[in-house]
Every structure is written in structure tokens, then in C-alpha cells.
């Protein structure tokens, strides 16, 4: 459980609250570089509680705005796409990406008002395809996290995502817990059912992880054990890296997950998630067996409403696709995929769980202590102007997650060694590549 009030510390992310202050610290992957065409049409942001605008100007720039107008508060999401900014439309007025009005046309020229107005304006930066903002106080910002997913070329990588009603950590505290993988996302058939198939740690005989856990320089990682045979064990290690990313274990050599949650508002959180092969492109084939894509699809989207960019069709109104008799003969949850399952288990849980009615358990031991590690990181921002981990230190990010079998009694974290690390040419192993080999 966690008080009250550490409740609101954690969840809360608007403007001058502790954890919103400390979101800003870090750059935020929000983007996609294709989702603002040069010259085209703005697309209407929220980000941390913010309105927002962003565009990709003339020369190529990507621009993040205020969304109201700075003379009478119009929307920019209905702006022009002009000569190097956008002009609003209500009076002409027009902002370059650093938030300079450099057009005023509604007003005489020897005012130079337009000297006086400086429209709010977060930088951007894009790297192989994803546009990155940073909404903080430093003048310099710090240098990107040397992010694998994000420094190999774009065809080594799969990106989903999807928005979700629910509070940004809700989701990240989904990505570190271990134990929900058994049942959750567990399948009754053997073949399963065409979702969530393939991933060892759905259908696992034992079904109670001994969790390890360990504090790192960017974040906390588990160690989540379970048996294997009489002789050895099953090693799922995770990773959290601040300040909302997770890498859950490996399920195929060829696919290392990441998924990072950013909040649009305490209420709503895009759920971003990746699968990375380090050494090649993903072929086709690969791609189709990602099971990436849900049943119901998108809802219509409308680039003037965020909450309808990446909306999923599957929510509450139709129970998520839950199929009852589905659950009692081929899944355990009756939701048809495992994005959907996350998504439904998560949005239940209300729009910011009640964390002080919980009852957590050994189990629960990462989630524990990722929140602590939230925390008092904010804490220590908000007391102390204390830079968080992790900022001003991209090559602490160059870590992945791993899965292993090891005999009785290893310590994994001395075993798993340098599967942790990340830019190496070795393929990355998998518990099943493992059992292929011993077979
Ligand atoms: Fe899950």
C-alpha cells in the first residue's frame, strides 16, 4: 500500500507538481517523426497536462507549441503551416518552432510588439524515426539515453501503441510484475489461440516467482525465479529505467522488448511498445508473429483530439471483448489478446488506483520498489534540486533485459552478466534457445 499522499506524489504529473517536475527532466519519446508531415498539418498534443501543438515546419524543424495562441488564445492546432511557422488563424499572428512571433500583421510595425511575445515552446529532437521533446528548466538540455531500440536503424525495429485510460504508473507497474504473466495472460489450450502464443512465461508450470530484486544507477531490476525441473531454474530479468521504462524478459532471440508509458494527463497514457533485434531487420514473418495489432482495431482518429490518436475500439463499453466462454476453455481472462488484457485489468483499477487499499505481497517486491525509486527521486528534486538518475548519463541506458536457466542455487544476476549489456554482436539467447540446445 502507499499513503495518500504518496499516492498523489506518485500519479500526478501537471505543471509544478513533484513527479510532473520530474518527468521533465528527461526527454520524452512522444512522436514519431511521420506523424507531422514537413509543411503539413498541425497535430493537437497533450503531454504532462499540457495542450500542445506540434508541426514539422517548412525547413524540416519539429516545433512543440503552446496550443493557445499568445494574443487571444485560439487554437494552433487550426493554425497554417507557413514560411517557417505557424500563423494563426483567428489574426494572422505567427510563431517559429522556438516559440518567436515572427509575423504580427494585425499590428503597426513601429509597436514591434512582436518583439515583446515569446509563445511557449519545448525543443525537439528526432533520432531514427521517434521525435523526442524535453519540457524542462535547463537551458542546455541533457544529452538523449543511448536507448538500443532507438540508435540501430529503423528496420531492426517493431513500434505499437496505444492509448489507455488510466494513470501512467498503473501501466509501468504492469510491465515489472512478474507473477500477473501466469495468469493474466495464461492460455488454457496447449496451441493457444493465436494471441500471446510463444512467450514461455504465459504458460509456466510454476506459477509463484521468487523476486529478486536489485537497485541499478538508472533504475531497478528483478531477477523473478521459477522452477524449471528438479535441478534448475527459470530466470525472467527485468528492467525499469527511469523515469517510465520497462524491458520485460526476451520472449525470441530476435525480438528484446521495451515498452515506456507517457502520460497525456494524470488520467490517460500512451502505452509505446517495441521490440528491438539488435543484429539485423525484422523480416516480414517476424513481424506477423509480433502479434502487434488487436482485435476491434483503432477508433476513428482526429488530429484536433488526442484522446482519439491510437484509441483502441476494445474498452469498456464492450467489455474489452471478453468473451465469457472463452474464458472458461481457452483463456484465463477471456480477453482476446494480451495487450487487451493489460489494457482491460488496468483501466479497471479506476483512473488512479487506490493504492491504499492494496495488500501486496513478495510478489509485488519490484513494484514496491520502483515506486520507492519514483519517489524519492521527486522528493529529492522538489527538496533539493538533486538531478534524478539516470539524466546527464545516456550510456547508463545501454542495458536489455534477459531470460536464462540456470542450475539450483546460481546467483542469476553473476550469470545473466553481460546479457544485460546492450551494442553487442552477440545474438541475444533465450530461455527457449537454451532448451533447444540441452535437447
Ligand atoms: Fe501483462
Given amino acids: 500500500m502507499l499513503s495518500r499522499e504518496d499516492n498523489e506524489l506518485l500519479c500526478r504529473v501537471g505543471p509544478g507538481t513533484p513527479m510532473g517536475q520530474l518527468l521533465r527532466e528527461y526527454w520524452l519519446p512522444f512522436l514519431k517523426s511521420s506523424d507531422v508531415e514537413r509543411g503539413g498539418q498541425p497535430l493537437r498534443v497533450k503531454l504532462l497536462s499540457e495542450d500542445l501543438v506540434a508541426f514539422r515546419d517548412t525547413s524540416g524543424r519539429v516545433g512543440l507549441l503552446g496550443e493557445h495562441c499568445s494574443h487571444r488564445a485560439t487554437s494552433l492546432a487550426l493554425a497554417r503551416n507557413e514560411d517557417n511557422g505557424l500563423r494563426c488563424?483567428?489574426?494572422?499572428?505567427?510563431?517559429?518552432?522556438?516559440?518567436?512571433?515572427?509575423?504580427?500583421?494585425?499590428?503597426?510595425?513601429?509597436?514591434?510588439?512582436?518583439?515583446?511575445?515569446?509563445?511557449p515552446a519545448y525543443a525537439c529532437t528526432e533520432r531514427n524515426g521517434i521525435v523526442w521533446t524535453y519540457m524542462g528548466p535547463r537551458e542546455v538540455p541533457p544529452a538523449l539515453p543511448d536507448l538500443e531500440w532507438n540508435m540501430v536503424p529503423e528496420d531492426q525495429v517493431v513500434i505499437w501503441r496505444n492509448l489507455q485510460f488510466n494513470n501512467w504508473v498503473q501501466g509501468l507497474?504492469?510491465?515489472?510484475?512478474?507473477s500477473h504473466l501466469s495468469f493474466l495472460h495464461t492460455r488454457l489450450t496447449a496451441d493457444g489461440d493465436g494471441?500471446?502464443?510463444?512467450?514461455?512465461?504465459?504458460w509456466y508450470a510454476d506459477k509463484t516467482p521468487r523476486m529478486e530484486v536489485r537497485a541499478t544507477d538508472y533504475g531497478v531490476m528483478y531477477g523473478a525465479g521459477r522452477k524449471e525441473d528438479p535441478d534448475n531454474s527459470y530466470w525472467r530479468v527485468t528492467q525499469f529505467?527511469?523515469?517510465?521504462?520497462?524491458?520485460?524478459?526476451?520472449?525470441?532471440?530476435?525480438?528484446?522488448?521495451l515498452q515506456w508509458w507517457i502520460p497525456l494527463d494524470d488520467h490517460t497514457v500512451m502505452k509505446w511498445d517495441v521490440r528491438l533485434n539488435p543484429n539485423r531487420p525484422i523480416t516480414e514473418e517476424e513481424r506477423a508473429?509480433?502479434?502487434?495489432?488487436?482485435?476491434?482495431?483503432?477508433?476513428?482518429?482526429?488530429?484536433?483530439?488526442p484522446y482519439t490518436q491510437f484509441r483502441?475500439?476494445?474498452?469498456?463499453?464492450?467489455?474489452?471483448?471478453?468473451?465469457?466462454?472463452?474464458?472458461?476453455e481457452r483463456r484465463f481472462s477471456g480477453v482476446p489478446s494480451v495487450n487487451l488484457q493489460d489494457k482491460a485489468v488496468q483501466e479497471t483499477m479506476g483512473p488512479i488506483v487506490k493504492r491504499h487499499i492494496e495488500h501486496l505481497g513478495t510478489s509485488d517486491a519490484m513494484i514496491i520498489q520502483v515506486r520507492k525509486r519514483l519517489l524519492n527521486a521527486a522528493k529529492a528534486l522538489r527538496d533539493h534540486g538533486t538531478t534524478p538518475p539516470g539524466v546527464g548519463q545516456p550510456e547508463s541506458y545501454r542495458v536489455r533485459s534477459a531470460t536464462t536457466i540456470l542450475p539450483n542455487g546460481t546467483d542469476w544476476l553473476e550469470a545473466v552478466g553481460d546479457k544485460l549489456v546492450a551494442f553487442t554482436d552477440r545474438p541475444v539467447e533465450s530461455a527457449e534457445a537454451q532448451i533447444r540446445a540441452r535437447v
Wanted: glycine share 14%; with cysteine; proline share 8%.
Fill in 289 to 305: 508473429r509480433l502479434g502487434f495489432g488487436d482485435p476491434g482495431g483503432f477508433a476513428e482518429p482526429n488530429r484536433f483530439d
Fill in 89 to 119: 488563424v483567428y489574426h494572422g499572428w505567427m510563431y517559429d518552432v522556438s516559440g518567436r512571433c515572427i509575423d504580427m500583421p494585425n499590428e503597426p510595425e513601429e509597436t514591434r510588439f512582436a518583439d515583446k511575445i515569446r509563445h
Fill in 312 to 328: 483502441l475500439a476494445a474498452d469498456q463499453s464492450n467489455g474489452w471483448l471478453l468473451d465469457y466462454e472463452a474464458q472458461e
Fill in 241 to 257: 529505467l527511469m523515469p517510465f521504462y520497462g524491458m520485460f524478459a526476451p520472449v525470441s532471440p530476435a525480438e528484446i522488448p
Fill in 173 to 178: 507497474e504492469g510491465n515489472i510484475d512478474s
Fill in 195 to 202: 494471441f500471446g502464443g510463444g512467450n514461455r512465461g504465459l
